[in-house]
């Protein structure tokens, strides 16, 4: 067994593969088998896994939540949660309530424009 370094032009990648050679009967000669255990990083030389057993563990975008499943959240950290979407929710309505009303005064201003130009 070998590991082999190939690499796939769609992706810009390359990838490490392990190489064996198998005897078949039926074909009378040896038939190569390889299996990829990852991608090569040519710069630093090295393999990154990317199947399941060796595939780096995701991370939770925040740090503070890292490690917490759904069933150990309290209520108070919901009731704070949903606070914080409410004022977020309430900042993004007055946003999209002002960009409506000059959208309308924009498009009013086209019109009368444009009709000037008709004349």
Known sequence: MSITKSYNKQNDTYYAY???YVYD???QRKVQKR????KY???TK???????????VKKW????R????????????????????SLRLEAMESMISSL?????????EYDEVMKRLSK
Do not use: F, W, Y
Request: proline share 9%.
């Open 66 to 85: 890292q490690g917490k499943t759904p069933e150990h959240v309290t209520d108070n950290e919901i009731i704070q949660g949903m606070s914080k979407l």
């Open 41 to 43: 990083d040519p710069v």
């Open 46 to 56: 090295e393999i990154i896994p990317t199947a399941k057993r060796g595939r780096p």
């Open 61 to 64: 975008p925040d740090s503070s």
């Open 25 to 27: 009967e039926a074909k």
């Open 100 to 108: 409506t009303s000059e959208l309308k005064s924009v498009r009013s």
């Open 18 to 20: 392990e190489t064996e």
């Open 35 to 38: 299996r990829c255990i990852g």
